[in-house]
């Protein structure tokens, strides 16, 4: 466990002059036993062609007037590497103290920490930790889509009970042998993108859990309707536990669709493209994006 602590703030966004994607840009802070050790600023674009982003460690009297040395680096899936500061984003801002050369930085005796802090940096903030998800997706600017891994009854339990309670399969999950729940996708229209998938579970009668299993692997799938409820809260977009749904088969490598809904809630899910503008800031508040 390291001995740095992170403190990450909300990113700032505006377009990118050459394509109007979103340019990201993060900041966070860092301490050690509630002292202040750093600051760290990173950038990177959504949907450009280099899967890299920036990364600035500022050190030293970070708390006060005194001097500063700020490390800056390039984080690529293979790795980071130390890059002149004269050539990042934030050269010539006073704030950052002075900017270190790559020999001067991997010569300089806080290089060890320097590498230390970005290794809590990266897997720590939330927003660098979403753009290094999405891009080992293969394409930065696809939002993450949310999903979950159990129900949320099944959720709850402790490990131990879960393992005497449950029977987990990767569509389907049982409950004490007489609760059901199959997962599902709900397809949400989104501007630009076509759709922006919700992953959840359902929970459904008996009867309908074993005829779904029976034709989840032949040609009677595709098509085949049924009734859940909802078993996972989720209070943005909200959709309620309980609530019931209408899912189908819509293609024999993908998971059921929730179809429709007398909720108004959910059929405005489904049915409403989503404007872009909208969908951006609830998946940067989120960080699916």
Known sequence: MSRFELETTTPRRE??????????????????????????????????EEQA??????????????????????AREQGVSLVD????????????GRML???????????????????????????LRS?????????????????????DDVFALS????????????????????????RTLVPVPVENIGTWNIGLWLELRASDSRRLKEVWTNEA??????????????????LIRGTRVEASGVDSKQLPHVVSSRDPGVAQLLNRRWPWGEFEGFAARHHYL
Do not use: Q
């Not at 982003?53 to 390039?74: E, Q």
């Not at 500061?85 to 950052?96: E, V």
């Open 15 to 48: 377009p990118c002059s050459c394509c109007g994607r979103s340019i990201v840009f993060v900041t966070g802070f860092l301490t050690e036993t509630s002292e202040a050790v750093g600051f760290y600023y990173a950038r990177f674009v959504n949907g450009h």
């Open 221 to 238: 799938f595709v098509g085949h309707r049924f009734e859940g409820t909802i078993a996972n809260e989720i209070s943005e977009p909200t």
């Open 85 to 96: 500061g004269a050539s990042s984003p934030w050269a010539g801002n006073p704030r950052l």
């Open 131 to 151: 753009y290094r998800a999405r891009c080992s997706c293969g394409d930065s600017a696809v939002p993450l889509e949310l999903g979950f891994g159990l129900p």
């Open 53 to 74: 982003f920036d990364l600035a460690i500022c050190i030293g009297d970070v708390a006060g007037s005194g001097p500063r040395t700020t490390f800056v680096m390039k």
């Open 159 to 182: 490990e131990s009970e879960r393992t005497r309670r449950a029977k987990i399969g990767r569509a389907f999950v049982e409950l004490d042998d007489k609760r059901f729940f199959v």
């Open 101 to 127: 050369t790559r020999p001067e930085a991997l010569a300089h005796p806080e290089r060890a920490m320097v590498f230390e802090l970005s290794d809590v940096i990266i897997p720590g903030d939330p927003a």
